[in-house]
C-alpha cells in the first residue's frame, strides 16, 4: 500500500511539473532534405550553464522535454556538416516550439549561427497561449501589486467580469475581490500553478499564493484543447517565478501610494481636500548559486 502511495504521489509530482516546463522538437536535414540521424543535439541554458544532450532518431526527429524557463543556446553537429547553432533562444512556461534544422556540407570546425525568432504560430498543439514576460511584469502599472491584472493584456480575457459569489459567502477576503475570465468562462474555471504546483484553492476556486512581481520570471493564460498534462479546468494560468543562476542577481523596491500625488475625480466636491491616503510597501529580491561550504574532514 505504501508503494502504491509513493508512486501516485511520484505520478503526481511529475504530472504538475509538465504543464510549468517547455520542450524543445523539430527534426534535421541536409540541403536536399534528406533526413540526418545521429545528429549530437545540446542545449544548454544561458545563465546556469545547465546543458540537455540528445540525437536525432532515423526519421532526423529530435525531441528535448521537461526544460525550465529561460534563455536557451541551441547546436547541431555531426561528422562532414557544419555545426549548427542557435542563440538566444527564449523558452516561456509551458511552451513547445519546433526548431527544424538544415544542416550545410562542411567540416565540424566551420559554424553556421542562426538568430530568428521562434514563430508566433504554435503548430505543436491546439491551445492557445500568450506569455506575459518579465519587463512587462514589472514596467508596467498595477494597482496593489497584482500581476494578474496583466491579463487584461490577453486576447479573449477580462478583470472586469463579476467575482465568485462563492467566495464572498466565505468571506475568502482579498482574492475573492478580483476576477478572471479568460473565454466567457466564470472564475471557477480557471487553475492556477506556481512553477508547476498546485496553486488553486479549491474553497474559493481561485488561487492560493500571490507572488511579488520582482520575484517573477513570467507567467501564461493557456485555453483551448490544451495537454492532458493540466488534468481540469477550461483556463490554465502558469506562473514561473524566477531561479537562481551562476551569477548573484536581485532588485529592491519601493511601492509608494500616497495622497498628494493623486487628482480629483471628476464627482469630487471642489471646496474638500483629497481625503488622505499613503501607502509605502518595501522589499527585495535575491537569487544566485547555492555555495555549500567545504568543511575539513579528519580521516582516521
Sequence with gaps: MRQVLALAAIASAVAFSQEFRASISGTVTDPSASLIAGAKIAI?????????????????????????????????????FR??????????A??????????????????????DTVPLINSENASIGTVIENRSIVELPLNGRNYLQLTSLIPGATTNGPSSSQGKQRMGGQRNSFALNVAGQRVHFNHYSLDGVENTDLNFNSYMLLPSVDA?????????????????AIAQVNVSTKSGSNAFRGTVFEFLRHSSLDAKNFFDRQDLPIPPFKRNQYGFTLSGPVVLPRWPCLVL
Design 44 to 80: 544548454t541554458e544561458v545563465h546556469t550553464g545547465t546543458k540537455v544532450e540528445t540525437v536525432s532518431d532515423t526519421a532526423g526527429h529530435y525531441h528535448a522535454p521537461f526544460l525550465l524557463p529561460g534563455d536557451y543556446d541551441v547546436s547541431v553537429k555531426i561528422d562532414g
Design 216 to 232: 517573477l520570471e513570467e507567467f501564461n493564460i493557456v485555453s483551448g484543447l490544451f495537454d492532458a498534462e493540466y488534468g481540469r
Design 83 to 92: 555545426e549548427f547553432v542557435r542563440k538566444g533562444l527564449h523558452l516561456g
Design 94 to 115: 509551458g511552451e513547445n516550439p519546433a526548431i527544424d534544422v538544415k544542416l550545410e556540407v562542411g567540416a565540424t570546425q566551420q559554424l553556421m549561427e542562426v538568430s
